[in-house]
């Protein structure tokens, strides 16, 4: 009976479920998994092969609703299309990498809502990679010490 409630226990306190329906307006669902909005500060799915998931393969504009993150790492997962706009809501975020994936299209300017960030990593995207300038808004990053956009 120990081990049940310690399980109970542990349960209550994940940020994150599996296969289950999301409590809407508390929970996000991202690639089939249900992430608490509030309690979700960091997430490191790199290398998870998220960019073949869903039809297009690209980052889902649900992404926006983690407002707590600090930390989002989507390296190496062959996401396509360009970043979403909706990453501008992650004003809490201090780390970003989205590098080898293969993404296209210009930068959001919605990213110089980010002035926490300290690392934004976006190098080795497809041979098409990002087009465009790079958004003037990138000037309001003026915490960042880290910043790679190679290849």
């Known amino acids: 009976m120990k081990q049940f409630f310690y399980a109970l226990l542990v349960l209550n306190f994940m940020s ?10 508390v929970e996000v669902e991202l690639w089939d998994t249900c992430y608490d909005i509030t309690a979700t500060i960091a997430l490191d799915l790199s290398s ?15 992404i926006g ?8 790492n989507l390296h190496g997962n062959n996401f396509t299309g360009p970043i979403p706009s ?11 990498d989205l590098s080898d994936n293969i993404m296209s299209g ?27 300038p790079i958004p003037s808004e ?14």
């Open 86 to 96: 909706e990453i501008g809501n992650l004003t809490n975020l201090t780390y970003l």
């Open 48 to 62: 998870s092969g998220l960019g073949g998931f869903d039809e297009d393969g690209s980052i889902p504009p649900e």
């Open 106 to 132: 210009e930068l959001p300017s919605e990213i110089g809502n980010l002035t926490n960030l300290t690392h934004l990593d976006l190098h080795n995207q497809n041979q098409e990679g990002f087009s465009g």
């Open 16 to 25: 994150f479920s599996f296969s289950q329906d999301c409590v809407e307006g």
């Open 65 to 72: 609703e983690l407002v707590n993150l600090t930390s989002l």
């Open 138 to 151: 990138i000037g309001n990053l003026t915490n960042l010490t880290y910043l790679d956009l190679h290849n």
